[in-house]
């Protein structure tokens, strides 16, 4: 399930510029996604804090066992530890949601701006790229661009990041072209200032300042889309461990062996949830301040 | 004869045992049939939790005690949900401010009406749709059954209050509460309303009408209330309290209304500020002053869906003297905001030109407009979304002292100059205009403005969000400053009485057009124009 | 209403016909020879003369600007063409996934609109804990992917309580575990944005009007507000479509039940051109074709919005 792209969902974004609040109280939902998210973030890189175990390190004698104190998460097919995978995982995983975010940003960006700052016969060609684009919605355009490139981990990340763009790019378009006609930007004019001037100081900052947001919670929409992608096996294939790779392998044991679904399932609403959680509490803080 | 309304000391606090918040402390009253009392006061007194208090919707989260809260001898205090309910729409009307938001949009207006029908009686579905019809027509809604399917989006201001208004009678209730019944609308149709909530008094309703404006009620209500944080702290006749005010409150209040008051009188009691450290630009010369500023047959159209065509402004002309004050006055849709965006070039003109300083003005590339663009400044009604959101106060005057460049100990100077001269304290310096109050904000607007030391300041609605009080502090601002620094002013406002304190000449607006122009008096005092005549004579007063 | 129509018929064409194009020429920069393909992928050493006859067959052999527009014009007749692994017609094999995706998808999305709208009054009922619910209803939703629903799902119902079937049989039950794993996310993010509009329909103006007649609180909130608070979810309902037949990719291939996301997957995976452009076109079909609906019902329900 992945966030809608759409400015209706959020109107809080694509209506009046917003100022953070200083000194708005910390809630307990920001206080445990940020730290599930820097837990994440630790075992992604320095997962050597959580497990000593080889994510690769095959013993078929001890396949298949259920969770235990010697494996916590149990054992997979080939005897590997799921615990040691799943805490590996979390780079694959935590960086493809990443960089796809950063990619997407980047296109969104361009696209975006170009729409809401273009003179009109842009704004109109940039439209319509999107809506061609949307037309293709989620995962087909992913994987469209898979059926060209081919599968793997690099393509499955451009992909992601690709079909996030268009969502993106039009939140942007349309927090342009508000804030290109907001009373604030109209006082600058009558202060004699320049188009540039006003687009640089005033335009551009409040227009972007939602960017954030939306990159956090596009990291949350992009690893649960990367993971399905893996899960589909167009992504990271397995033996690599990654978290919907290995969903995909404990697909066919699935009646046998639940710990292989269930425990990198948990992680991957964990890395998703925390991150989304994060975004929305920014987002409400934000609006907040309107009202 | 028993009262309707019987209230003692009734006290409503919001909020749990942390963070209360006391909104009435103590009010009492009492209202006979076919009465109407006026609570007046200014936002925060209390005046509306009152009143919906006796009908059992103070609000979330409100813990309503008294002495006695009696509604046509029924105890509201002792009330289930059930019994409210009951009460609700059959004993008790209330009528909101706008009806635009207070009719569901969604729904046709013949439906919200027949809902306390339905609500309260056995009536059958045709009984109840021939009753909606004599509602319409008792409140004197032209062609009732086209109107009775239209959503009050479809209807002008004036019609959607009639209906909002047959809502609120359709069970003939005892009591009708009206909370600000006529504040969005324009000043002719405001008149018309009173006229229509009077003649229901005087058919045996008892109303209590609550108002900001003391002007408004005075033509309508019996007894005036007057609220200041919670308490009522002057009651009586309304010719009494009006005429000869007992509370210091009440004083200031009336102080504070610029109908009627000369120019250059001063509204508030505010203390003197420093005075202005601000260089005049040049001093006033001779009787007949400078024409700054000149617009020729301004005409503007806009395209409208489907093809329409509206012709905003109208071959407007006129001008703007150095030091005096030119005043806009007309209702909404008139043109007057558009003609302001012309004169601040900030719109082209489809015909028509604009000159500043004998130099053209409008129609002119911008570029060519910018390096005399220091001689222009502009205040508005709502000036928060005129500041850049991420700004603090210091930052939106810096920006505009320094032309947007960094600011040095120089901008710093300059902007505790531009501050002590709209009689703002260091403090707010750091504060962003989103937590400031109306007044603060436009003063700091107001010394935004000033900043490039400007000769002529444009005024759309400065003052129409502000409580009377605070109005009255920042007329008293703009004059003194117009005194101090030879300003010319253009004011643009709906409030005649506004209009007629701050103005030397007058132009009067209507559909696009300057129905009638003159010094400030003679149009005033003895207008030509019909429409002027309708406008003053709709004008409330005291 | 009817120029309304016509204009967005006339847009979706245009998008239509872009993403046609679009597609076209993607898949042209797949590498490898498309005859070889056809004939079974590198590794089917096929001798020089049955790929010159493929050529021939598929117009491989024509300049590609000549290859696109009869490309187009066999696209307006409804040719899709022949699948290149199933070696049957695209148009035909389509039939049967479109209706058996589209049956999946629609009732998703009525199955979510049911959830959400109780989740959304029972969320505005009850104080801070209707909130944290609200709230924590969108980052479930969020963060759940198909996948693992579906697989908690089998596990669940299948492995464990032997109540429904892991594959998906044709017949209502077989759609049951389907439905619900596409629908459940997707309620939890309409209920939210719901809650949101509810919550603000039930502090307006006209709320309190009606509450001032003596309207009961369920009255106030289903002859009123709910309206209000419908308002936004349907005007995403069309984005919500889209984002079931992105799911149904994943809930197809997982449950093993035919339709057009299991057939796509399986087209990208072998490069079956033909298969992924038709699957393609008719998804994006399908999807336009469900916006301009959910436009249209949202102009009947707001009449407000007929006005601009």
Redesign the interface.
Same mark, same amino acid.
């Not at chain 1, 899960?231 to 167009?234: C, I, Q």
């Given at each position: 399930?992945? +966030?809608?792209?759409?400015d209706?969902?959020q109107?809080g974004l694509a209506s009046?510029?917003?100022?953070t609040r200083p000194g708005a109280r910390v809630t307990v939902?920001e206080v445990v996604a940020i730290g599930v998210l820097a837990l994440l973030a630790l075992a992604a890189i320095v997962p050597g804090l959580f497990t000593s175990v080889d994510p690769l390190a095959i013993s078929p004698t001890e396949a298949f066992q259920s969770p235990n104190t010697a494996h916590w998460f149990g054992t997979d097919e080939s005897g590997r530890d799921v615990f040691a995978r799943t805490i590996h995982g979390a780079r694959s995983s935590l960086l493809i949601g990443v960089a796809a975010t950063a990619i997407g940003m980047a296109l969104a960006l361009i696209l975006g701006v170009m729409g809401g700052i273009g003179a009109k016969p842009l704004d109109y060609t940039v439209t319509?790229v999107g809506?061609?684009l949307?037309?293709?919605?989620?995962?087909?355009l992913a +994987?469209?661009f898979? /059926?060209?490139v081919g599968?793997g981990m690099m393509t499955a990340t451009v992909a992601v990041g690709i079909s996030t763009a268009p969502g993106y790019a039009r939140i942007i378009r349309s927090q342009i072209r508000a804030v290109r006609t907001?009373?604030?930007v109209?006082?600058a004019?009558?202060?004699?200032?320049?188009?540039f001037?006003t687009l640089r100081?005033?335009i551009l900052?409040?227009a972007l300042?939602p960017i954030f947001v939306l990159a956090t919670?596009g990291v949350?929409?992009a690893i649960?889309w990367a993971?399905?992608l893996s899960?589909?096996?167009?992504g990271a294939v397995p033996p690599a461990a990654e978290w919907?790779a290995m969903?995909s392998a404990?697909?066919s044991y699935?009646?046998n062996a639940?710990w292989l679904?269930?425990f990198p399932?948990i992680f991957?609403?964990?890395? /998703?949830?925390a991150a989304? /959680?994060l975004g929305?509490s920014m987002q409400a803080r934000t609006r907040q301040?309107e009202r | 004869m028993s009262a309707v309304v019987s209230v003692k000391d009734l006290r409503v606090v919001f909020g749990s045992s942390s963070r209360q918040v006391q909104a009435v402390d103590g009010v009492s009253f009492e209202l006979a049939a076919g009465e109407c009392l006026a609570l007046v006061g200014e936002s925060g007194s209390g005046k509306s939790v009152t009143a919906r208090s006796l009908m059992g919707l103070a609000g979330a989260g409100a813990t309503v005690s008294a002495d006695a809260l009696r509604v046509n001898g029924q105890d509201i205090l002792g009330m289930r949900q059930a019994q409210l309910r009951s009460i609700r729409g059959r004993e008790v009307g209330l009528i909101l401010q706008d009806a635009l938001v207070s009719l569901d949009p969604l729904r046709p207006i013949g439906r919200e009406i027949d809902d306390s029908l339905r609500l309260h009686t056995s009536l059958t579905p045709s009984a109840r749709r021939a009753r909606v019809l004599e509602l319409l027509e008792a409140v004197q809604m032209p062609e009732p059954e086209q109107r009775m399917l239209q959503r009050s989006g479809e209807l002008s201001g004036g019609l959607r209050q009639r209906a909002l208004i047959a809502s609120a009678i359709a069970l003939n209730p005892a009591l009708l509460i009206a909370d600000e019944p006529t504040t969005a609308l324009d000043v002719t149709i405001q008149a018309q309303i009173l006229a229509l909530l009077g003649e229901l008094k005087d058919a045996g309703t008892s109303l209590l009408l609550i108002s900001h404006d003391l002007a408004v009620v005075s033509g309508t209500a019996d007894r005036v209330a007057v609220l200041q944080d919670g308490r009522i702290v002057e009651e009586g006749a309304t010719d009494q309290v009006l005429g000869a005010p007992q509370h210091p409150y009440t004083q200031a209040l009336i102080a504070a209304i610029p109908s009627g008051r000369a120019r250059g009188e001063r509204l508030s009691a505010e203390p003197v500020r420093k005075s202005s450290t601000l260089s005049r630009p040049e001093p006033i010369a001779s009787a007949t002053p400078e024409i700054l500023m000149r617009a020729s047959d301004l005409t503007k159209r806009f395209q409208l869906r489907h093809g329409e065509e509206l012709l905003a402004v109208d071959a407007v002309s006129l001008e703007l003297e150095a030091g005096r004050t030119l005043g806009l006055v007309g209702e909404s849709g008139s043109g007057k905001t558009t003609v302001a965006r012309m004169l601040l070039g900030l719109t082209t003109p489809d015909a028509g030109t604009a000159t500043l300083l004998g130099q053209p003005w409008n129609p002119l590339p911008e570029r060519e407009r910018r390096n005399r663009r220091a001689l222009l400044g502009a205040i508005y009604q709502d000036s928060l979304s005129s500041f850049d959101p991420r700004f603090t106060v210091e930052q939106v005057l810096t920006d505009a002292v320094t032309g947007g460049s960094r600011g040095n100990a120089a901008a710093r100077a300059r902007v505790t100059e531009l501050l002590d001269s709209v009689g703002l304290p260091s403090s707010v310096r750091t504060r962003r205009p989103l937590h400031l109050s109306g007044g603060q904000r436009q003063r700091v607007a107001i010394a935004r403005a000033l900043a490039a030391s400007p000769k002529i300041i444009i005024c759309d609605e400065p003052v129409s969000a502000l409580d009377v009080s605070v109005q009255a502090q920042v007329l008293d601002l703009l004059t003194d400053l117009q005194s101090e620094l030879g300003l010319s002013y253009l004011f643009i406002s709906h409030d005649l009485g506004v209009v007629q304190h701050m103005s030397d000449a007058v132009a009067v607006m209507r559909d696009g057009r300057i129905v009638e122009h003159g010094p400030a008096t003679e149009v005033f005092d003895s207008p030509d124009h019909e429409y002027t005549q309708r406008l003053v004579a709709a004008a409330p007063r005291l | 209403m009817v120029r309304w129509i016509v204009s967005r018929a006339l847009g979706a064409a245009f998008v239509l016909w872009a993403v046609a194009t679009l597609i076209f020429f993607g898949l042209r920069l797949i590498p490898g020879d498309p005859a070889e393909a056809i004939l079974g992928g590198p590794g089917s050493q096929a001798s020089d003369e049955a790929l010159q006859k493929v050529r021939l067959d598929y117009g491989l052999d024509q300049p590609l600007l000549v290859q696109y527009v009869q490309a187009m014009f066999r696209l307006l007749r409804g040719d899709l063409g022949t699948s290149y692994a199933l070696k049957a017609d695209v148009a035909a094999l389509l039939g049967e996934l479109f209706w058996s995706t589209l049956t999946l998808t629609v009732l998703s999305l009525v199955v979510a609109w049911a959830f959400a709208l109780v989740l959304a009054t029972w969320a505005t009922r009850g104080g801070r804990l209707g909130r944290m619910v609200g709230s924590g209803m969108e980052i479930v939703a969020a963060a759940v992917p198909h996948f693992w629903l579906a697989s908690l799902f089998i596990l669940l119902f299948s492995t464990a309580l032997r109540w429904l079937p892991p594959i998906s049989t044709p017949g209502p039950l077989g759609l049951v575990l389907p439905v619900l794993t596409l629908a459940i996310p997707l309620a939890g993010f309409l209920g939210q944005v719901m809650r949101e509009s509810l919550a603000d329909a039930l502090e307006s103006p006209f709320v309190l009007s009606a509450r001032a007649r003596g309207e009961s609180e369920t009255g106030v909130r289903w002859r009123h507000a709910i309206r209000h608070a419908a308002l936004p979810a349907i005007s995403l309902s069309g984005w919500a479509f889209g984002s079931l037949i992105s799911g149904a990719v994943v809930v197809e291939t997982v449950f093993a039940r035919p339709g057009l996301g299991r057939s796509l997957l399986n087209a990208v995976t072998i490069r079956d051109v033909p298969m992924v452009t038709g699957v393609a076109l008719v998804s994006a079909l399908a999807f336009v074709l469900v916006t301009i609906a959910t436009d249209a019902v949202d102009r009947i329900a707001d009449p407000r919005l007929r006005a601009r």
């Open positions: 399930m992945s +966030l809608p792209e759409t209706l969902a109107p009046r510029p917003t100022a939902g319509r809506e061609v949307f037309a293709l919605p989620g995962l087909l +994987l469209i898979i /059926a060209i599968p907001a009373p604030f109209e006082a004019t009558v202060l004699g200032r320049s188009r001037f100081r005033h900052p409040n300042a919670l949350g929409q649960v993971s399905s899960y589909l096996g167009l919907g969903l404990g697909r699935i009646s639940w679904t269930v399932g991957i609403v964990l890395a /998703a949830g989304t /959680a929305r301040v | - | -």
